[in-house]
């Protein structure tokens, strides 16, 4: 799994390409700030050690910022697939898989970094 790219959006806020590489497909899904707060507070209902989720919102579009927020986020997400269930939990089953390789008209015309 690795987080492809990222862009700030018009709201402000940041979305990220997140490419799922497996052993015989691979799959891009993309995701607001939001969508991974949400995956946080889904896992933290169940597992302990869930960490919180890095607040990298309102960057601009300066490009070292976006970068360093896909690295945080990377960092981030790594470590929460290493704790025990979640990787098989519904909460990032979905966040992994929902919409694969559909980019959503809201993020049709980000400038992706």
């Known amino acids: 799994m690795v987080i492809a790219a990222t862009a700030p959006t018009t709201a402000g806020g940041l979305v990220y390409a997140v490419t799922v590489i497996q052993m015989v497909q691979t799959w891009t899904v993309i995701r607001g700030h939001g969508d991974f707060i949400v995956m946080q507070t889904n896992l933290a209902a169940f597992l302990d050690g869930v960490p919180p989720c890095p607040d990298v919102e309102h960057l601009g ?12 986020m990377q960092q981030w997400l790594l470590g ?11 909460a990032v089953l979905t966040f992994l898989t929902e919409s694969a390789n559909i980019i959503p008209p809201q993020y049709d015309t980000v400038p992706w970094t």
């Open 61 to 72: 579009s300066n490009v070292e910022a976006l970068l360093s927020a896909r690295n945080q």
């Open 80 to 90: 929460v697939l290493m704790l025990p269930g979640a990787k098989e939990s519904r």
